[in-house]
Structure formats: structure tokens, C-alpha cells
């Protein structure tokens, strides 16, 4: 018996199936080709940019020290009250750790820490940590070596930090403090710098981006206008010092501000001022600077965008009756919100990171937060602060990204209206 022949419905359902995998096995060639094109630069992005920032996020968090040098003590002090002095067994377990740790690094690390807690606390580790190992009574032998073993304090900054993660530094950076129950409170006046520090950046930052835009308005306007040839021209003159180092430029400021410099001479010679002024190592000598040096960042995405508006539409609310002024702020400059809002974020971000500039033009109280942020990497090699100070500058960028999408997608969607 032979099979009957297939149907004529048939034919085309499975001609339409073959067609389909065909289809798929092509879409999935073409994503498989553009990830191998984009592989090499995602593995660049990810070792370069996410990895470090990913340590960064870590090592504002993490105290790895206390647990490591004195993981006995930390065991025995687990259910401790904090409220009267340890028992012995905790004595006798902080001997045979610092008795174990003085063979290494460790008793170096934890004494660094420690004595982040408590000024001295590094000489105390120290110490004992030399007089290892004690026979007999641990407690006694601790006590006389040093009486501060005696005292509650430096007990309960052992037992606060004894987890692998803590919030000390984060707090630090805010100028709060966590007490040795877990509470948190404002830090003591002399030590609550880092919210001054962070307000000084962001005003240096926001002047910066403030007279920036002052100055680069006017003249991406004034090079929009241009024929080509002529706006190419002036493009050149703004990228010829965006090409030149930073340091060389900073140098030329430094020749410029100084007490004999072109500017007081100028200055004087025009009857402006009797004597020179103090231009160097303040904060108009870095605001100066820095807005020369970021101007180019403010002044492209505004002529970009500027380049890309009709002149027709402002021509066209001239000739409905509008004043001329009028129609410049009401057609014209909300269709340049998008460059502005690139070149605000580009310029604030690049500022409030900014490090050589105040550090080579700016006095005492002009340095910013980066200043100190390589000040607890090269001097006090204090990496917990360093993070944590660089995480909230992270932070504060990352909010400002947020509020530059919200601005361009709010921007978009009245365009689409």
C-alpha cells in the first residue's frame, strides 16, 4: 500500500518552517559577528573602567585587618556586652594572635587600622606586639605591659571592626562617626572637614561650569553663524589649546598671574589697579585656569548643536511680529538645551575631579577632593579613605548623568510632541 501524497496545504507550511530557521540561523550569524566586533573593546571597558571601579566600590567598604591579625580575639569578643572590660579568655586570645601576627605584615595592618580609631593605638600594637609571646596570666601580663589594655576604649574598637566589612570610612567621608554600640553621630568639629571639602568642590565645580558657559554660549553662537570656511577656522582656534598639556598650559598661567605678569602689568597700565593683585595661588587663579582649560568641552557640543538649527524657524517668529530678543530666548535657545546640558555635564564632571590645577595655582583652601584622595593614596596610604571619598565623588556623578538623561529624554519627547 502505497503513502498517500502530501496534501497541497502541506508543501507551503514546511517551506514557510525552513524558511523560518533560515531567518533565525542568519539573525543569530549577524549578533554572533557584531559581538566578535565588539568583544576586544567590551574586554578593554571591562578591565580598565569596571574592574577598578568595582575594586574601588570594595575597598570603601571592607576592613579585612582586624579579622585577619586577631581572629581569636574577634571570636571571643562575638557576644561580648562592650560594656565592662572583655573576659580573661579574651586577654588570652588577643596574646596568642598578636604572638602569631608579629611573625608577618599582619601586626603592621592592624595597627594602621586601629589607630584609625584611636589616636596612639598604633604605638600600643606596636608594643605589645614586641613583647610576645607572655607566659602565665595573659591579662596581667597584658596590663603591665601596657596599661591601656585596661581600659574599655580600646577594647571595643577591637570588637566594633571585627567584621570584614564596615562603614567607618563612608562615615568618615560625611563627617559621621559610629560610636562603639553601632549608633552613628555627627563627627567631633575638629575632625568634620570632608562635608567643607565636598561643598568647596562642588562650588568650584559650578562656578567653573557657570563662567564656562558664560563665555562659550556667545562664541559657538557667534561660530554657528559663520560661513564654513571661517567657522573651521575658529574651531581650530579652540582645539589648538585643548591639544597642548595641561601642565604646559598651567605653566603659562602661572607666567601670566604672577605679581610681574602680563595681567597685573596690564592691569596697571590701563589705571585699573594701583598695584598688582594676587592672581596666583587662590581661587580665582584656579577658577581662571580651569575655565580656560575646559572651555573646549563647553564650546563643541553647543556648536554642534548649534549648527543643526534651522535659522529659518527664529526668521520666521521675526517676521509673525516678535521682538528679536524674544524670538532668540524662546525659539532659539531652548532648541540648544541638549548642547548645553552635554556641555554643563561634561564640564562640572571633569571639574569636580580635577587635581593639578588647584594643587599647583590654588592655596590651602582651594584644594579639592582629589587632592585628597592622593594624599591617603601616596602619603597616608589609607586606601579605605581614598575609596571612599573617590565612591562618593562616583556618586555625585553619577546623579548628575541622571539628571542630564532626564533632561535629554524630556527634551526628546517634547520634540515628538
Known sequence: MTAPPATPVAAPVAAQRKLKQELRRAELRKKASALALIAPLALFLLVVFAVPIGALLQRAVASPEIPNAL??????????????????????????????????????????RLNNEISGYRSLVTKTARAMPVEGDAKAALVAIDARWGELPYWQAIAKNGSRTTPFFLLASLDLQQDNFGS??????????????????????????????????????????????????????VLIPFWTSVLVRIAAWVVLLQQSGLVNTGLMALGVTSGPIALLFNRTG?????????????????????KAIPPTYQRAAISLGSHPFAAFWRVYVPQTYAGIAAGVLLVFITAIGYYITPALLGGPGDQMVSYYVAYFTNQAVNWGMACALGALLLAATLVLYAVYQRIVQTNANANIR
Open 71 to 112: 581572629p581569636q580575639t574577634v571570636a571571643a569578643l562575638a557576644h561580648w556586652d562592650r560594656k565592662a572590660l572583655p573576659p580573661d579568655v579574651a586577654f588570652t586570645a588577643l596574646a596568642a594572635d598578636l604572638a602569631t601576627a608579629r611573625q608577618g605584615n599582619a601586626a603592621g595592618e592592624l595597627a594602621r
Open 184 to 237: 552613628i553621630h555627627k563627627a567631633p568639629p575638629e575632625g568634620a572637614i570632608y562635608l567643607d571639602i565636598f561643598g568647596r568642590t562642588l562650588w568650584i565645580g559650578a562656578l567653573t561650569t557657570a563662567l564656562a558657559l558664560l563665555i562659550a554660549f556667545p562664541l559657538a553662537y557667534w561660530a554657528s553663524t559663520l560661513p564654513a570656511r571661517q567657522a573651521n577656522l575658529v574651531m581650530i582656534c
Open 286 to 306: 584656579v577658577t581662571i585656569s580651569m575655565v580656560h582649560i575646559l572651555l573646549p568641552f563647553m564650546i563643541l557640543p553647543l556648536y554642534s548643536v548649534m
